[in-house]
């Protein structure tokens, strides 16, 4: 299955394909289900995913601010 995925200080982001949504997992956490993909990595890029560990680095770590900085696979 094709995905997209940035790696990051606290693990794994993956963006996937599932039932009809794209569901954002994070260090094989599943953390929301989304329209879009575009929708899931705008939440990373913003640090509202969920994860405390990530959300709690804004401003500290960077994450891409679209798709075009994930890898698709």
């Known amino acids: 299955m094709h995905a997209y995925y940035f790696k990051s200080s606290v ?3 993956r963006i996937f394909p599932f039932r009809g949504k794209f569901w954002l997992e994070i260090d094989r956490g599943m953390y929301s289900a989304y329209i879009s993909p575009e929708e899931a ?9 969920g994860h405390n ?7 500290i770590e960077d994450a ?3 798709l075009s900085g994930w890898r698709y696979l």
């Open 11 to 13: 693990g794994f982001f």
């Open 41 to 49: 990595a705008r939440d990373v890029y913003m640090h509202t995913t």
């Open 53 to 59: 560990g990530w959300d709690k680095l804004k401003g």
């Open 64 to 66: 891409p601010e679209d």
